[in-house]
């Protein structure tokens, strides 16, 4: 049985609940068994906000796990407070705009993408959630493009449909994104 | 040939033996609800969220579906069942204690609400059924079997003004104060509770009306002579009147 | 997300709006509530998607209130429900003694969080007591179901309307913090229930029939003793008829693991791989938590060594499960107060050291 965990981390304002919940959705799409559980409360107000996502061929064993396959630091601070949870041999995804390119450990794979500068270039800043999940998509090959986008259109209110295109758009050019030339 | 002028509201029940103590104003009250609910027609249409206390007993007596509600918790009960069903006449009969005490955020927020509903409230100065326990309403000066040297402001605070108070709640279509004390003053209160009924009736808003009324047993006094109290000592506190009524708006 | 619509196919959602939009497929015509953390969303839910479909929702004043306004709904024959969660539960107390002596089908959902007190926001079981046990007074029971996923969060709130009316007694679902807040994959379907006539009681205004009273005030003590009688025969046929559990590998097993709600998925997992390491272990979960599966465990009992709960409490359901093998063989607690359940590492790591 395959099952692989997700933390997707940021500050408040983020998107980063909302990221969890198109992913999540993207293997629900997929026909995968599939959690999200997010931190809530009073760690909403300020400081960094996470949530997990679950997604396995059987039922989920468990849900708030100890450790993560694949983490997505969209701030400083959520990288300090995550880098020790990743397994050996996962990675994680750093958001450079916000946080250093700093290595302290040798056991994982470690992306560094300027990911609000590129939302920036991509038109709205609000997009450096989705274009985050481009570039997880890229880096864990355990989800497509198309379910993605998918997922995109479940999640998206329909008041705010207008906005689908750009986050389509987001997402593909964190699809694109050069791994080669930031992976060590 | 004799005609009868005076007979049993068809929404009282003829066959049960009234609890009521032998002068209280419960007795008048209730049969004054009764014969508001006989004349507008409604009785077959109509649901008593009851309440605790000496009025506890009222669904024994009065002859609609009655639901018993915990202590305070009337004007709930009473929303839970006029929001389920819009078209029934939902009201409530309540002490005091009751409306004004421990039911007081139900109380107001029921009038705040505009609830399509109407509350009746017996105010007389104490807590009946527990044997006269100063409440809410009990006067400044009153001695209680908790206020045994009278009330003082120190140890228990002022009394509430509940018609004024519920007057004020943008909800409230009618508030009225009444006393049961002369012939004049109990066909006044008989308007003022048709009056509380009609306000749902029409959608409107909350109808409410306060009751000035006798506890005789708890008072240690003879019917006539607590009539005279309800007249001397509440009536220049509680001064009845009407204090809301958006009909007369219009 | 609060506007997710009314669908048959699969979505993926929260455990509150789960909840919420099953009662809504359940015919729950009224909903009264009064915001807390961590199901807010089921007040949340039902505010707009109420008003829309022209039902009744009323932001309460308090818990006191929500829980007497559920019980006023619900004495008229319709179904009607509130939700929240631990320390305002508590303020419930008092309506569920009153609408188990009025026997009235209320629904409560109660999304269990830290306690004792204001406790926290966290997932917790700390309210098995409190659900099962009751906080009111007198001799009662509620109906309790405990769901351990947000599909069972739709079937159990399904079920719940039913067996509250079939029995006119207050059912809850008893759900807690990760549940209410997790999302998974879910299906709603129709209402899979027969509909309960609730024409022979409810109060609809005394037309062309005796004018119904529904009370508790029984002044005499015979009264209350018939009264009384008459209320546990009902709950002897809930005891007899509406038992569920789920059991896995208990057959051949020398301990049986034993959980409800989402510690189970934990509890499972705990179970698979303390078989993997060649311990025969087994899993049991209590679906309704009133009727408990007591009949059933003690059947078990005859060949199992030892009994394992696993609660996030100080060890409360562990009591029931004593109850029930009445020192048949030994039963021992793995818990962990507040929060999240323990991990199925730290399970199987607990259970090594207890055999």
């Known amino acids: ?65 100890a450790d993560a396959d694949f983490i997505v630091a969209l701030n400083q601070a959520s990288f300090d407070k995550f880098v020790s949870k990743i ?73 705010r449909k207008n906005l689908l295109p750009l986050n389509i758009k987001a997402l593909k050019i964190g699809y694109e994104y050069d791994l080669l030339a930031t992976q060590v | 040939m004799a005609t009868q002028v005076f007979k049993l509201p068809k929404s009282l029940k003829g066959d049960v033996k009234y609890s009521f103590c032998p002068g ?46 915990p202590h305070g918790r009337a004007l709930a009960e009473a929303t839970g069942i006029k929001r389920a069903r819009p078209d029934k006449i939902v009201f409530t009969y309540q002490g005091d204690g009751d409306f004004a005490s421990i039911g007081l955020a139900e109380s107001m927020h029921a009038a705040l609400r505009g609830e399509k509903l109407t509350a009746i409230c017996i105010n007389n100065t104490t807590y009946g059924m527990t044997g006269g326990q100063l409440g809410p309403t009990t006067l400044l000066g009153q001695v209680t079997t908790t206020s045994p040297t009278g009330r003082n402001v120190e140890y228990y605070g002022y009394p509430i003004k509940i018609a004024e108070h519920i007057a004020l709640c943008d909800g409230t279509a009618f508030s009225a104060r009444v006393s049961l004390d002369t012939i004049a003053n109990i066909r006044k209160a008989k308007q003022a509770i048709k009056k509380a009924f009609e306000v749902q009736m029409s959608r409107l808003g909350f109808g409410f009306v306060e009751i000035l009324s006798t506890c005789p047993t708890n008072w240690k006094m003879s019917p006539q002579k607590a009539h005279e109290r309800v007249r001397n000592e509440m009536m220049p506190i509680f001064k009845p009147g009407i204090y809301k009524d958006k009909t007369s708006q219009n | 997300m609060t506007t997710q619509c009314l669908t048959n196919k699969k979505v993926l959602t929260k455990g509150n709006y789960a909840i919420a939009q099953a009662a809504i497929l359940a015919g729950c015509q009224c909903y009264f509530g009064y915001p807390i953390t961590p199901q807010s969303e089921i007040g ?116 719940a309307f039913y067996l509250a009316q079939k029995y006119r007694n207050p059912t809850v679902l008893l759900a807690d913090g990760l549940l209410g807040q997790m999302m998974e994959p879910v299906e ?80 499972k997992t705990a179970m698979k791989m303390l078989r993997e390491k060649g311990i025969k272990a087994g899993f049991f979960r209590p679906i309704t938590l009133y009727p408990f599966p007591s009949k059933r465990l003690k059947e078990l009992s005859k060949n199992v060594k030892k009994f394992v709960t696993v609660e996030v409490n100080m060890g409360q359901m562990v009591n029931d499960v004593r109850l029930a093998v009445n020192g048949a063989c030994p039963v021992e607690l793995v818990n962990k107060g507040v929060g999240a359940p323990p991990s199925a590492a730290e399970i199987v790591s607990r259970i090594e050291e207890l055999i």
């Not at chain 1, 996962?90 to 992306?111: C, F, H, M, Q």
């Not at chain 3, 004792?116 to 001799?139: E, H, M, R, V």
């Open chain 3, 188 to 267: 709603f379907y129709d209402y899979p229930y027969p509909e309960i006539d609730t024409s022979s009681w409810a109060l609809t205004g005394a037309k062309n029939r005796e004018a119904r009273i529904i009370r508790s005030y029984a002044p005499l003590a015979d009264d209350q003793c018939v009264f009384l009688k008459k209320l546990f025969e009902k709950y002897r046929i809930i005891e007899e008829n509406e038992v569920e559990w789920e059991e896995i590998n208990t057959c051949d097993a020398d301990i049986v693991l034993v959980s409800f709600g989402s510690t189970s998925r934990n509890v």
């Open chain 3, 44 to 159: 949340e839910f039902m505010s707009g998607k109420m008003q829309e479909l022209k039902r009744a929702y009323v932001s309460a004043e308090s818990e006191l209130a929500a829980i007497n306004m559920t019980i006023g709904a619900v004495s008229t024959g319709v179904k009607a429900m509130t939700s929240s969660s631990s320390c305002a539960v508590s303020l419930m107390q008092e309506g569920l003694s009153y609408a188990t002596a009025d026997q009235l089908p209320v629904v409560l959902v109660s999304v269990m969080r830290g306690g004792p007190g204001l406790g926290n926001i966290y997932p917790s079981q700390g309210d098995y007591f409190q659900a099962t046990k009751g906080g009111g007074n007198g001799d009662y029971n509620l109906i309790v179901l405990a769901p351990s996923t947000v599909q069972e969060c739709v079937d159990l709130t399904y079920k």
């Open chain 2, 24 to 69: 209280c104003d419960h007795g008048v009250a209730v049969r004054l609800v009764a014969e508001v609910i006989d004349e507008l027609g409604i009785r077959e249409n109509t649901i008593l969220a009851a309440s605790i206390g000496c009025s506890v007993t009222t669904y024994d007596f009065i002859n609609v579906d009655s639901l018993e509600a």
């Open chain 1, 1 to 65: 049985m395959t099952e692989k965990n997700f933390i997707i981390a940021g500050f408040g304002g983020q998107g980063v609940l909302l990221a969890g919940e198109v992913l999540a959705n993207a293997f629900m799409l997929a026909e995968k068994h599939v959690t999200w559980y997010p931190s809530y409360g009073a760690e909403m107000r300020g400081g960094t906000v996470n949530c997990e996502v679950v997604m396995s061929d059987d039922d989920v064993s468990e849900v708030n796990k």
């Open chain 1, 87 to 159: 397994k050996t041999g996962g990675w994680i995804i750093v958001n450079s705009t916000l946080a250093k390119e700093s290595k302290p450990r040798n056991d994982i794979n470690y992306l560094f993408a300027p990911i609000t500068k590129l939302a920036e270039n991509v038109g709205n800043v609000k997009m450096t959630n989705i274009l985050a999940l481009g570039l997880l998509a890229k880096a864990s090959n355990l989800v497509s493009l198309s379910s993605l986008e998918q997922a995109l259109d479940n999640v998206i209110p329909p008041h």
